[in-house]
Protein backbone atom coordinates (compact mmCIF):
# COMPACT_ATOMS: atom_id res chain seq x y z
CA UNK A 1 0.00 0.00 0.00
CA UNK A 2 1.39 3.07 -0.68
CA UNK A 3 -1.03 5.42 -0.34
CA UNK A 4 -1.15 8.90 0.76
CA UNK A 5 -4.40 10.88 1.60
CA UNK A 6 -5.18 14.37 1.82
CA UNK A 7 -8.19 16.50 3.08
CA UNK A 8 -10.28 18.27 1.83
CA UNK A 9 -9.59 18.25 -1.94
CA UNK A 10 -10.20 21.98 -2.81
CA UNK A 11 -10.26 24.77 -0.17
CA UNK A 12 -11.62 28.15 -0.19
CA UNK A 13 -10.96 30.63 2.07
CA UNK A 14 -11.12 33.94 2.85
CA UNK A 15 -7.85 35.71 4.09
CA UNK A 16 -9.19 36.18 7.79
CA UNK A 17 -10.02 32.49 7.93
CA UNK A 18 -8.79 29.70 9.89
CA UNK A 19 -8.54 26.40 8.41
CA UNK A 20 -6.26 23.28 8.22
CA UNK A 21 -5.38 20.42 5.98
CA UNK A 22 -4.69 17.08 7.16
CA UNK A 23 -2.77 14.21 5.22
CA UNK A 24 -2.55 10.56 6.48
CA UNK A 25 -0.22 7.39 5.55
CA UNK A 26 -0.70 4.16 6.58
CA UNK A 27 2.66 3.04 5.33
CA UNK A 28 4.61 3.33 8.62
CA UNK A 29 6.76 5.55 7.30
CA UNK A 30 8.73 8.38 9.24
CA UNK A 31 9.35 11.45 7.41
CA UNK A 32 6.38 13.57 6.15
CA UNK A 33 6.35 16.19 3.95
CA UNK A 34 4.66 19.27 3.00
CA UNK A 35 4.92 20.83 -0.58
CA UNK A 36 3.55 23.78 -2.47
CA UNK A 37 3.02 24.10 -5.94
CA UNK A 38 1.89 26.65 -8.43
CA UNK A 39 0.67 25.97 -11.86
CA UNK A 40 2.74 24.95 -14.45
CA UNK A 41 5.78 25.05 -11.63
CA UNK A 42 7.71 22.15 -9.50
CA UNK A 43 6.79 21.67 -6.01
CA UNK A 44 8.92 23.68 -3.33
CA UNK A 45 9.38 22.40 -0.05
CA UNK A 46 7.81 23.51 2.81
CA UNK A 47 8.39 21.91 5.89
CA UNK A 48 9.61 18.24 6.68
CA UNK A 49 8.92 16.18 9.75
CA UNK A 50 11.58 13.26 10.67
CA UNK A 51 10.14 11.34 13.49
CA UNK A 52 7.41 13.20 14.32
CA UNK A 53 9.92 16.26 14.79
CA UNK A 54 10.13 18.77 12.50
CA UNK A 55 13.63 18.71 10.69
CA UNK A 56 13.18 21.59 7.73
CA UNK A 57 11.42 24.63 8.01
CA UNK A 58 11.92 26.72 4.88
CA UNK A 59 11.81 29.88 5.65
CA UNK A 60 7.99 29.27 5.47
CA UNK A 61 5.74 32.84 6.64
CA UNK A 62 4.00 31.83 9.96
CA UNK A 63 0.90 31.99 8.68
CA UNK A 64 1.56 28.74 7.27
CA UNK A 65 1.28 26.28 10.90
CA UNK A 66 2.51 22.19 10.18
CA UNK A 67 1.50 19.77 13.43
CA UNK A 68 2.72 15.81 13.22
CA UNK A 69 0.44 14.59 16.06
CA UNK A 70 1.64 11.29 15.28
CA UNK A 71 3.90 9.39 12.66
CA UNK A 72 0.51 8.69 10.55
CA UNK A 73 -0.74 12.29 10.70
CA UNK A 74 0.34 15.68 9.39
CA UNK A 75 -1.27 18.93 9.42
CA UNK A 76 -0.75 22.26 7.71
CA UNK A 77 -2.87 25.03 10.16
CA UNK A 78 -3.61 28.24 8.12
CA UNK A 79 -4.28 31.45 9.20
CA UNK A 80 -4.54 35.36 7.52
CA UNK A 81 -2.94 33.78 4.23
CA UNK A 82 -2.81 35.79 1.29
CA UNK A 83 -4.60 35.29 -1.83
CA UNK A 84 -0.39 34.56 -3.31
CA UNK A 85 -0.81 31.61 -1.26
CA UNK A 86 -3.27 30.02 -3.13
CA UNK A 87 -2.00 27.20 -4.77
CA UNK A 88 -1.75 23.09 -4.87
CA UNK A 89 -0.46 21.76 -1.49
CA UNK A 90 0.83 18.23 -1.47
CA UNK A 91 1.45 15.81 1.20
CA UNK A 92 4.59 13.22 0.89
CA UNK A 93 5.91 10.90 2.98
CA UNK A 94 8.89 8.59 3.04
CA UNK A 95 10.35 5.67 4.93
CA UNK A 96 13.24 7.22 6.04
CA UNK A 97 16.07 10.17 4.25
CA UNK A 98 17.20 7.55 2.14
CA UNK A 99 14.30 6.20 0.36
CA UNK A 100 11.71 7.96 -2.16
CA UNK A 101 8.94 9.99 -1.42
CA UNK A 102 5.14 8.94 -2.02
CA UNK A 103 3.15 11.89 -2.83
CA UNK A 104 -0.82 12.46 -1.77
CA UNK A 105 -3.31 13.51 -4.29
CA UNK A 106 -3.36 17.21 -3.00
CA UNK A 107 -5.83 19.46 -1.50
CA UNK A 108 -6.18 22.68 -3.98
CA UNK A 109 -6.48 26.33 -1.96
CA UNK A 110 -8.24 29.25 -3.21
CA UNK A 111 -7.30 32.53 -0.98
CA UNK A 112 -10.23 34.84 -1.92
CA UNK B 1 24.16 23.59 -4.21
CA UNK B 2 22.67 21.09 -6.43
CA UNK B 3 20.68 22.08 -9.49
CA UNK B 4 18.11 19.85 -11.80
CA UNK B 5 17.93 21.00 -15.70
CA UNK B 6 15.15 20.01 -17.76
CA UNK B 7 16.01 21.63 -21.17
CA UNK B 8 12.41 20.60 -23.05
CA UNK B 9 9.51 22.62 -21.60
CA UNK B 10 7.40 20.58 -24.15
CA UNK B 11 7.52 17.00 -25.67
CA UNK B 12 5.17 15.33 -27.91
CA UNK B 13 5.27 11.57 -29.17
CA UNK B 14 2.70 9.47 -30.91
CA UNK B 15 1.02 6.53 -29.40
CA UNK B 16 2.75 3.60 -29.47
CA UNK B 17 6.24 5.42 -30.43
CA UNK B 18 9.10 5.76 -28.15
CA UNK B 19 10.27 9.41 -26.31
CA UNK B 20 13.31 10.19 -24.37
CA UNK B 21 12.98 13.41 -21.77
CA UNK B 22 16.25 14.88 -21.02
CA UNK B 23 17.70 15.72 -17.56
CA UNK B 24 21.24 17.28 -16.24
CA UNK B 25 22.32 17.97 -12.96
CA UNK B 26 24.94 20.04 -11.52
CA UNK B 27 26.26 18.54 -8.16
CA UNK B 28 30.10 17.64 -6.27
CA UNK B 29 28.46 14.69 -4.65
CA UNK B 30 28.89 11.38 -5.61
CA UNK B 31 26.42 9.32 -3.74
CA UNK B 32 23.02 10.79 -4.60
CA UNK B 33 19.71 9.64 -6.29
CA UNK B 34 17.91 10.36 -9.20
CA UNK B 35 14.35 10.44 -9.08
CA UNK B 36 11.41 10.79 -12.32
CA UNK B 37 8.05 11.82 -11.36
CA UNK B 38 4.89 11.84 -13.00
CA UNK B 39 2.21 14.70 -12.06
CA UNK B 40 -0.99 14.05 -14.65
CA UNK B 41 -3.73 16.65 -15.22
CA UNK B 42 -5.12 14.94 -11.95
CA UNK B 43 -2.71 16.43 -9.61
CA UNK B 44 -1.19 13.36 -7.92
CA UNK B 45 2.81 13.08 -8.17
CA UNK B 46 3.55 9.40 -9.36
CA UNK B 47 6.98 8.08 -8.59
CA UNK B 48 7.92 6.43 -12.18
CA UNK B 49 11.47 5.78 -11.53
CA UNK B 50 14.52 5.44 -9.39
CA UNK B 51 18.27 5.48 -9.54
CA UNK B 52 21.18 4.91 -7.11
CA UNK B 53 24.40 6.43 -8.54
CA UNK B 54 26.35 4.06 -6.86
CA UNK B 55 24.81 1.40 -9.35
CA UNK B 56 26.00 1.76 -12.70
CA UNK B 57 23.56 -0.41 -14.35
CA UNK B 58 20.08 1.74 -15.57
CA UNK B 59 17.04 1.06 -13.75
CA UNK B 60 14.06 0.11 -15.37
CA UNK B 61 10.31 -0.43 -14.81
CA UNK B 62 8.74 -1.92 -17.63
CA UNK B 63 8.22 0.44 -20.65
CA UNK B 64 10.37 3.31 -18.64
CA UNK B 65 13.65 2.87 -18.35
CA UNK B 66 16.71 5.37 -17.52
CA UNK B 67 19.58 6.08 -19.38
CA UNK B 68 22.09 7.07 -16.58
CA UNK B 69 25.67 8.93 -17.12
CA UNK B 70 26.88 10.03 -14.14
CA UNK B 71 30.33 11.72 -15.72
CA UNK B 72 28.44 13.40 -17.48
CA UNK B 73 25.39 14.34 -14.71
CA UNK B 74 22.89 13.07 -16.89
CA UNK B 75 19.77 11.30 -16.06
CA UNK B 76 16.58 10.72 -19.43
CA UNK B 77 13.96 8.77 -18.73
CA UNK B 78 12.48 6.25 -22.02
CA UNK B 79 9.43 5.97 -22.52
CA UNK B 80 8.90 2.40 -25.02
CA UNK B 81 5.16 2.06 -26.40
CA UNK B 82 3.96 4.95 -25.22
CA UNK B 83 0.29 5.56 -24.06
CA UNK B 84 -2.31 8.04 -24.33
CA UNK B 85 -1.92 7.71 -19.81
CA UNK B 86 1.36 8.97 -20.23
CA UNK B 87 0.58 12.27 -20.81
CA UNK B 88 1.65 14.08 -17.92
CA UNK B 89 3.98 17.22 -16.27
CA UNK B 90 7.15 14.47 -15.55
CA UNK B 91 9.89 15.79 -13.19
CA UNK B 92 13.13 14.94 -12.54
CA UNK B 93 14.28 15.26 -9.12
CA UNK B 94 18.01 14.83 -6.94
CA UNK B 95 18.28 13.90 -3.90
CA UNK B 96 21.43 13.85 -1.14
CA UNK B 97 21.90 10.31 -0.14
CA UNK B 98 23.10 11.23 3.53
CA UNK B 99 21.59 14.04 5.89
CA UNK B 100 18.91 15.71 3.70
CA UNK B 101 15.42 14.82 3.10
CA UNK B 102 15.09 17.72 0.68
CA UNK B 103 14.57 16.82 -3.25
CA UNK B 104 15.30 19.40 -5.75
CA UNK B 105 12.98 19.33 -9.12
CA UNK B 106 13.63 20.01 -12.45
CA UNK B 107 10.85 22.62 -13.24
CA UNK B 108 9.39 20.01 -15.84
CA UNK B 109 8.74 18.51 -18.82
CA UNK B 110 5.07 18.91 -20.50
CA UNK B 111 4.65 15.59 -22.32
CA UNK B 112 1.50 15.08 -24.90
CA UNK B 113 0.89 11.87 -26.68
CA UNK B 114 -1.07 12.08 -29.66
CA UNK B 115 -3.28 9.32 -30.86
Known amino acids: DTEVTQTPKHLVMGMTNKKSLKCEQH?????MYWYKQKAKKPPELMFV???????INESVPSRFSPECPNSSLLNLHLHALQPEDSALYLC???????????FGPGTRLTVT | AQTVTQSQPEMSVQEAETVTLSCTYD???????LFWYKQPPSRQMILVIR??????QNATENRFSVNFQKAAKSFSLKISDSQLGDAAMYFC????????????FGKGTKLTVNP
Open chain 1, 92 to 102: ASSRGINYEQY
Open chain 1, 27 to 31: MGHRA
Open chain 1, 49 to 55: YSYEKLS
Open chain 2, 27 to 33: TSESDYY
Open chain 2, 51 to 56: QEAYKQ
Open chain 2, 93 to 104: AYRSQGGSEKLV
